[in-house]
């Protein structure tokens, strides 16, 4: 009887252990998988920004901000950006940006409306040290591109230069090929405002490629533009030669006389260049 007992007690244990384990699975089959948390999430509330940022690539970063937040924000071009991690606890917005974009060349344009306090509205991100030529524009400065596009096209002279200036000021390839366009006169035809741009974005060190400068030297319309990148290509030995050359029969005398002038310091440097090479000259003995 005891025996019997013990077999009974046996198997009532093996019977609840197995129940057991498969009570245990079952629970283990039904529990809610926790999802991870969000890699990228971001609040902008009465001037703070609250946001979690885990591995998001800057660009992604950015255009979120700039919906959320009312920017226009302009990244140069070929910046090679690390992705992006960070936590932003009710922080001002542009204290916000100021952190993410600690390892780059930043300019904030502010602006207020009436009697409000002016607010952030616009940013430009450059490479680290690249950005010393940037110089202040008018308001236009805060302006989508397509709003600036609309700007060039319009009839009144200066609200076309004015929308210019303001591209002149942004790093991105597009905007620079807008105001490459009008020094060329394909989309503007107004000479006297092309003459001001290209002074400009001389005297300002906005990046305009040999070929375009040997180009407007040779065959613009202007003489003022012609004498301008004739001048300005002084500066590059190597592509003022052809151009000086060329610019020797213009119909402009004002031309014509600084091409000679290139002419005789390229002349006047190949010669120290030649007396140089072959030393000092030596005396010979009586």
């Known amino acids: 009887m005891r025996l019997q007992n013990v077999m009974i007690w046996s198997m009532c244990a093996a019977a609840l252990g197995v129940s057991a384990q498969v009570a245990s699975a079952q629970q283990e089959s039904v529990q809610p998988v926790h999802p991870s948390q969000k890699p990228f999430s971001l609040v902008f509330e ?8 885990r591995d998001q690539p800057l660009s992604v970063v950015l255009d979120e901000f700039a919906a959320r937040c009312q920017l226009n924000i ?51 991100v450059y490479a680290k040290g690249t950005s010393s030529t940037v110089r202040p ?28 200036e303001a591209l002149m000021s942004r790093p991105d390839r597009g905007s620079r090929d807008l105001v490459i366009g009008a020094l060329r006169s394909s989309g503007e035809r107004d000479d006297g405002l092309r003459e001001r741009l290209l002074s400009r974005a001389v005297a300002n060190g906005f990046p305009i490629a040999a070929d375009v400068l040997a180009d407007l030297a040779r065959a613009d319309s202007s003489e003022q533009i012609r004498w301008i990148a004739l001048d300005a290509l002084a500066q590059d030995s190597v ?13 402009s005398e004002a031309v014509r006389s ?15 260049a030649a007396t140089g090479s072959r030393g000092p000259e030596v005396q010979p003995h009586p």
């Not at 602006?111 to 607010?119: F, I, K, M, Q």
């Open 74 to 124: 302009t990244v140069a071009d070929g910046i090679d950006a690390p992705n992006v991690t960070a936590e932003l606890n009710n922080e001002r917005l542009g204290d916000a940006l100021l952190r993410l974009l600690a390892n780059y060349d930043v300019f904030y344009y502010y602006a207020g409306t009436g009697e409000l306090p002016a607010t952030l509205r616009a940013v430009w």
């Open 137 to 164: 524009v008018p308001p236009e400065a805060w302006a989508g591109t397509k709003e600036l596009v609309t700007g060039i096209g319009n009839t009144d002279p200066a609200v076309r230069e004015r929308a210019y």
């Open 239 to 251: 592509a003022v030669k052809p151009a000086a050359e060329a610019a020797l029969t213009d119909p």
């Open 258 to 272: 600084r091409a000679k002038e290139i002419m005789a310091e390229l002349g006047g440097a190949a010669a120290r």
């Open 46 to 53: 009465k001037g703070l920004v609250r946001a979690t940022i």
